[in-house]
């Protein structure tokens, strides 16, 4: 079961003894070996635990959702302002043991995230266990940051993290990597890029990079409601007529198998000179906003592919990219920072940035 067949919607106040269930069920898996006894009978009592929960929901306006799966309640997250009530908070992200790993939590998180900025606010907290090893890994794979802060909750160690929440762009990408990336040059312009689990993969039928990128950005934009930015890129080489172009990540046939795009490529290329080498990485762009406007734009790094490939760092065809600017080395053996400058999408962000700076455009999710 994938995260997108998992269900998210806001938790109603009759509700509260469901939430109280898997929190209760939830402590007990995680917490015995962090808390006391005593600690841990008070806080998975169902009924006291329900009762507390509603009247948090009644008095202090706090928002709860639940996760089903296959229509059965699996998950639970909480959340509302912090004691500073500039900064949101997520009280709490629990999910029943039995179905730990298969993405409750990673379904739940973006809406709590969305609902957040929706209010308002520009950055979130939460507290964990220190100890809890499991639950900080995956705060740190959802975008949050470790900020230094410690304090003791129910006798034990804790420990603080923190997220800017905008403005963003959400990206209608799967790919880690790629999320990595677009960070890294999206940061220093103002901008925070979000990752939805839960959005649904898009079948790339355009004819081209931009419309495939369009494609994305146009559902990502319809399934969540906020601006949305879709990246096509690929490797175009002159010996190849241009391939693999909008195929290159399937270009071997499965898709995103880097080596065996690599071994197809490297063989095509068996024979052709190194003058007859040159190729190009283009990358397009693609934002859409939930009020119809659409803006593209179109990076391109020209160079020529390597004999062999070297270098580890950056991913696809990477390590057998010559990049022009940069002679001698692939741009897997670029540092990030020196691949950002000179890489397809590094350019066509730019592009993007300065197109955002002419409209005057300010993401407001």
């Known amino acids: 079961m994938t995260v997108a067949e998992i269900l998210v919607r806001p938790a109603a106040l009759a509700e509260a003894a469901v939430i109280a269930r898997i929190c209760c069920e939830s402590w007990k898996a995680a917490y015995g070996a962090i808390v006391t006894p005593d600690v841990m009978a008070a806080h998975t009592d169902p009924e006291s635990r329900a009762a507390r929960i509603e009247r948090y929901m009644r008095e202090n ?9 296959q229509g059965e309640p699996c998950g639970m997250i909480s959340f509302g302002p912090a004691e500073d009530s500039t900064i949101g908070e997520i009280y709490g992200c629990y999910t029943l043991p039995e179905v730990w790993g298969a993405g409750i939590g990673a379904a739940l998180m973006p809406f709590a995230l969305d609902s957040l900025r929706a209010r308002g606010f520009s950055c979130v907290i939460l507290w964990c266990f220190r100890e809890n090893l499991r639950a900080r890994r995956f ?3 959802q975008g949050f940051a470790f900020d230094g802060a410690e304090r003791l909750f129910c006798g034990a160690p ?5 997220m800017d929440l905008g403005p963003a762009f959400l990206i209608a990408t799967h790919n880690r990597k790629k999320r990595d990336e677009l960070q890294r040059i999206l940061a220093p312009l103002g901008y925070v890029v979000r990752m939805n689990e839960r959005l649904p993969e898009v079948e790339e039928t355009g004819a081209t990079f931009a419309e495939n990128a369009r494609l994305k950005a146009a559902a990502g934009c319809a399934f969540a409601g906020l601006p949305c930015m879709g990246d ?3 490797l175009c080489v002159d010996a190849l007529d241009g391939a693999p172009g909008i195929f290159s990540a399937r270009f071997a046939g499965g898709h995103g198998d880097d080596s065996a795009n690599i071994r197809k490529l490297l063989d095509l290329l068996r024979d052709v000179p190194e003058a007859r080498r040159g190729a190009r990485f283009v990358s397009a762009v693609c934002c859409v906003f939930p009020d119809g406007r659409e803006i593209t734009v179109r990076g391109v790094c020209e160079g020529q592919i390597a004999l062999t490939p070297a270098g ?5 065809y990477d390590p057998v990219f010559l990049p022009a600017s940069c002679p001698g080395r692939t741009m897997a053996q670029l540092s990030a920072a020196e691949k950002d400058a000179v890489s397809h999408r590094g350019r066509a962000l730019e592009a993007l940035a300065e197109q955002l700076r002419k409209a005057g455009e300010v993401i407001d999710d």
């Open 61 to 69: 306006g706090d928002a709860h959702a639940l996760a089903f799966r």
């Open 139 to 141: 705060y740190e794979k």
């Open 158 to 162: 804790a420990v603080r993290y923190g």
């Open 232 to 234: 096509d890129s690929g």
């Open 312 to 316: 580890t760092g950056g991913f696809g």
